[in-house]
């Protein structure tokens, strides 16, 4: 880990770390960002193309990214999901959230957010688990068909003969 020396507004001198500097989202995070994005627009909220989601839910759901209550720049980072398992979690979790949603009364906006955010907290590190569980398993199945594919059948001599022998006997008969 390096720091980087930096002036603040005032002129104060800060140590940064390079682990916590805020990065850019590659393509392929924009790609899992936007279907995430509508998955919990379309199906979760029900929103219709006019309506965006809340500033709230949407730093709410790239603090979850990075293990936070919230996105912001002040805190450290807690853990580090990507949002195809936050997506994922939030599949599994549809009954429940739209279950809560209709039985319960909220006091505005953001406690909705924030119920639908803890059912989504509490299942994040199974479905997690179980998406690397499952890229485990996909990986020895595809060594054992590479090892499978490499192996050179082995045939006893003997019974190749005996075979021929055969072959023989029957033409005579």
Do not use: P
Not at 28 to 46: A, P, R, S, T
């Amino acid at each position: 880990m390096w720091y980087v020396v930096t002036k603040n507004y005032k002129g104060v001198m800060i140590l940064e770390d390079n682990k916590h500097k805020r990065k850019r989202m590659s393509k392929e995070e924009k790609e899992q960002w936007n279907k995430l994005y509508f998955y919990v627009h379309d199906v979760i909220m029900g929103y219709d193309e006019k309506t965006a989601l809340d500033r709230y839910f949407v730093l709410r759901l790239k603090g979850l990214k990075e293990g936070k209550f919230i996105a912001n720049n002040k805190t450290k980072l807690y853990g580090e999901y990507t949002f195809q398992e936050i997506l994922a979690t939030f599949i599994y979790c549809k009954s429940e959230i739209v279950k809560g949603l209709t039985f319960n009364d909220f006091k505005d906006n953001q406690h909705k957010i924030n119920y639908i955010m803890f059912l989504v907290e509490l299942q994040l590190n199974m479905i997690r688990e179980r998406i690397r569980n499952k890229a485990k398993e996909e990986k020895q199945i595809e060594q054992i068909e590479v090892a499978e594919q490499s192996k050179v059948k082995y045939v006893n001599k003997k019974d190749k003969k005996k075979k021929k022998q055969n072959k023989l006997l029957e033409g005579i008969e």
